[in-house]
DNA sequence: GATGAATGAGTATTCATTCAT
DNA sequence: TATGAATGAATACTCATTCAT
């Protein structure tokens, strides 16, 4: 029963990284249920052993793995919103931040996309992990908005379903491979979805 | 190397039937990858060995399971599309297809949502069979709609985008625990960007 | 969570034997702890897997080799009580009695006694399992002696001390090695101590 | 492989001094086989590190705890021999010595008896440490009462089975509970051996 | 077709021991 | 001396799949 340490050092901070990325990397390759423990340190460069020094279990690996990738991905997409001036240019405000949305999923490939999802529907404690930074993001928009003097009815409906259609955008255009044109069409569908929403 | 049979006898389609709804059954209960062949085998009350009669491995009864569940959840709601009239009553019929589709996954129970979702993300054939049944029922939308003579830019971008919201919608809806108060006002928001898609 | 069967087809419970007796041999050799159940596995001529089938883990082989081991001990030390006419002479049915006992204990070197006997102390099931059967025996000495008229003041603590004396000899007759003529000087103090306790 | 050191500065010295103590005390709470060298050095207040530099390995904090425990254990015995006055008192001289005995071993009550005498039925070089005292003992009681002019035919043999009476006896009063009563019957019993062993 | 006993490769986790600092 | 992070061999137990009956 060993317990799990919290490294201070440098040099065992940057192990525990190690374990980390090299989580993220064959978890996103091979899937949690098809990748060892053994695989990871090896991986990471360390023994098989020093992982219980840091981590719980295997699990313990995917979790803490998964919030390095929500940090890298939803960081960009919260300090966005607070660049976007919706009051002057809604529409040219939405359209950028759908964009850097599309950016920052794109940049945290490191972690199949699919895997991740998959393990946050099949794992409760993954499924919370997400579902509270996706909070977090819809909660800042509507803030966000509503900072702009931007309001509506039934807001927090509103946002959420765009929200959903973004991230459904985004995963889209991951997933399935369209040409730049096409991705511009539902582009510019969502941006008149969303004027309507506020606007009509 | 047991060959798979397709059972023609009357009582082995039954025998091949219990262990589809039994994988179904605890699948949905425990998770496909907490569940044994032999707690699947002993649920369906057939021997262990009989299995690998009629399914080529354990992702096979997987497969199988979420065919059935398809089935089940998909064919009400292509049905539904062919009682709507879109062009007398758009909105009444929008709101009728997006209530049968809330029915259509509420009934379909047995096999918890999460994990169905989580293994079409975790597994490229389960995903490959879910995308399948999804492109059906998009096609299908597109088609009612040009059969009432709706039609607008974009249709299939917009359709793609309207079947996720639904999606969502119905997803949300059994996840989690909302109010009828607030279900409606989603519905309504909903109804709102269907007509502005078609009607704007 | 697979079951634990009794065996019920005759193979099935050769095959069980078969591991009670690889156990045996195994953790006699080798000791408990330095034995893993794929050594006795193979010793026993079945696959790791069966193992589990019928013993619920490790120390579960351990406590049925010994329920086996002490079964071989005290059962025919039981019907040598039942064959003592103590009234009659009661110096040579403790002799014989103990030589018995010798030699129920030189049989049962299928598993040493250090290793029974230490095992019995550090497990606590093991030391149930032990316990049960010497009260027994201590029980029927007890009962054999009252059948035949012979009785006296604080029996039962006679008797347990006379077990104990009997049982230290067994042991030590086989852990050292004496000389038979030594070996003899022993048991004619003990049944020196014998007459005493009820002659005096 | 570093070099066993005998400590020589006095915080050395009482480290292992809390070493060893630690050992006695976790494989006493714990059982040896379930106690980690890093816990052994955590209660102890030291670095795993250091237990190296002064045990060869896990066993040898046993074998040393073990050396020990039977000084403390042992040693009163001892001395009670010298203090006895066998030949004016003898039964009053072999009731103190017995109630020393007992004494002994309720106080090293710190390394629970069945943990001791099971490690040392596995191990052979903790059997041999034991086996070492107790002839010691035997030998000690032989001198005393040879000293005292109290002989016998086969007094070696004699002297074993006392002694064996007199250990079995202390440890049934630890590991059972007995009413005071009892312990007293039984301990009059012992006395009634050792009298008709001696002057019959 | 049907059974369920048998197989054995596969794996997360532990822990005595070492060693860089 | 002292630390405690690091090592990596070792092992109980599981389970998809096979196969003798």
Redesign the pocket.
């Known amino acids: ?2 317990e799990i ?1 919290q ?3 440098r ?2 901070i940057e ?1 525990k990284q190690k374990i980390i990325n090299a989580g993220l990397q064959v978890f996103s390759e091979k899937g949690y249920y ?6 990871i340190a090896q991986i990471a ?10 981590f719980k ?3 313990d690996i995917l979790l803490q793995a998964l919030q390095v990738c929500f940090e890298n991905t939803f960081k960009p997409i919260l300090n966005a919103l607070n660049q976007c001036d919706f009051r002057c240019d809604f529409e040219g405000s939405i359209r950028k931040f759908v964009l850097i949305c599309l950016q920052a999923h794109n940049t945290e490939n490191k972690f199949a996309h699919r895997e991740i999802m998959g393990m946050c529907m099949l794992d409760q404690d993954a499924g919370a992990l997400l579902n509270q930074k996706e909070n977090n993001v819809i909660n800042a928009i509507i803030k966000a908005l509503s900072d702009n003097g931007i309001t509506a009815p039934n807001i927090t409906a509103k946002i959420k379903i765009l929200y959903h259609i973004i991230r459904d955008f985004c995963h889209t255009a991951i997933f399935e491979n369209h040409s730049e044109n096409y991705i511009n069409t539902v582009l510019n569908e969502i941006l008149e979805i969303a004027k309507n929403m506020f606007f009509s």
């Open positions: 029963m060993t340490r490294p201070i050092k040099t065992s192990k098809n990748t060892t423990t053994a695989e460069g360390v023994s098989t052993g020093i992982v219980y020094n840091y279990d295997k699990k």
